[in-house]
């Protein structure tokens, strides 16, 4: 529902990729900034972004955008926090807050708060949404639309910011988890980090396999492997960055990841099924819990169109698919 009042007077969106775009999109939309500011360093996405009408007004630089701005949403992959917050420290106005989208927080707060002005309040932020596209024509209002956000306000933050960047991602549609930065690193690797490091590895060790044809890997795709690639289309430089950035909570989870995977090996090895049962049996009640929460649909086949549906809806109703 469109606010009757904005929230901020003018918000400057750093990165016009899915999130940033959908940002856009999400403000507009529920009122929730006078003005929006776009910038991009690359020319080709604000090229796109303008022939979208994404932004009303389009900055040249991160620190032109930031000027004047109530709310500075950094919305590019985390390996560039650290450059764009000391561009923009020095240009952030009087009482301004910045928050992110980074899937990895603690490495988001060392890189923002050594450039943080005094006069300015950091709200650490990550929307648990997206989709494998990417780029600003893949964006859409309702992406975050009955999506958890989880803050991670680091101590000592003015409470009044927090609540201005809690209400903010309400006005999105979002419900909102708050915990501190390890922690949800810790969560966020077991949750997303790993399943897309092992979509990358899975649909790589397929390609490579001598015996089996690329072309035949790719016709003969069943659904958990066409799943797998969904998920490995993800933005390369995005995922470099969050597997560096949250490097120690990837390999504790990866570790017992591995720990798991032998047990099941061993499973398999030996014939015991029963083992392989009760795994597939808490595992398929794991699913249906997520789909009790409302974070995903029970419609067969993850509730793609198909036929007449999908001629319909055409390919606007496949972005809308999360990971």
Known sequence: ??????????????????????????IRHNGLGETVVGHDADTRVMSEARSLGLCGIYAKTAAEAVSDADLVILATPVGAFSTI?????????????????????????????????????????HPVAGTEQSGPSAGFADLFENRWCILTPIEGSDPQAVARVRAFWEGCGSSIEVMDAEHHDLVLAITSHIPHLIAYNIVGTAADLEEVKRSEVIKFSAGGFRDFTRIAASDPTMWRDIFLAN?????EMLARFNEDLAALQRAIRWGDGDALHRLFTRTRS??????????????????????????????????KARI
């Open 1 to 26: 529902m469109k606010r009757a009042s904005p929230l901020f007077k003018r918000i400057a969106v750093i990165g016009l990729g899915l999130l940033g775009s959908s940002l856009a999109h999400a």
């Open 85 to 125: 917050a000391e561009e923009i420290g020095p240009a952030l106005a009087n009482g301004a807050i910045v928050t992110d989208v980074g899937s990895v927080k603690r490495l988001a707060i060392e890189a923002v708060t050594r450039h943080m002005p005094a006069h300015a309040v950091y709200v650490p932020s």
């Open 247 to 251: 490097k120690d909570a990837v390999l």
């Open 286 to 319: 794991i699913r249906q819990s997520i789909i009790d929460l409302g974070q995903e649909t029970a419609e067969p086949d993850f509730g793609r169109p198909h036929g007449a549906a999908e001629a319909e809806h055409g390919p606007e109703s496949r972005k």
